[in-house]
């Protein structure tokens, strides 16, 4: 079994700054694209951003310029560094795998984001 563990959550204030992290363990397997995927209460899971192996990079709009999605070199950890946080950012974050099969996905457990002053 593969496990992808998310951890750096926490509260914040407006502006601050959080970096969430990604490691997998367990089963060793090849991930193709790791992406952080976010959902706030009562609304619908959200992708934040993703990476691919070539290093491109995708945003949504709603982060694009104040978070970033970086992955280590053996490519089974990725990271999200959050700036300029907004309440608007609070939200349960999840981490996401696609095996090198682009079949088989891994979701983390979450780890929870709050903003506020």
């Known amino acids: 079994q593969v496990q992808l563990v998310e951890s750096g959550g926490g509260s914040v204030q407006p502006g601050g700054s959080l970096r969430l992290s990604c490691a997998a363990s367990?089963?060793?397997?090849?991930?193709?694209?790791m992406a952080w995927y976010r959902q706030a209460p009562g609304k619908q899971r959200e992708l934040v951003a993703r990476?691919?192996?070539?290093?491109?990079?995708d945003y949504s709009d709603s982060v694009k310029g104040r978070f970033t999605i970086s992955r280590s070199r053996a490519g089974t950890s990725a990271y999200l560094q959050m700036n300029n946080l907004q309440p608007a950012d609070t939200a349960i974050y999840y981490c996401?795998?696609?095996?090198?099969?682009?079949?088989?996905?891994?979701w983390g457990q979450g780890t929870q984001v709050t903003v506020a002053s």
């Open positions: 367990g089963r060793i397997v090849s991930f193709w694209a």
């Open positions: 996401y795998a696609l095996g090198d099969n682009k079949v088989t996905d891994y």
């Open positions: 990476i691919i192996p070539n290093g491109q990079t």
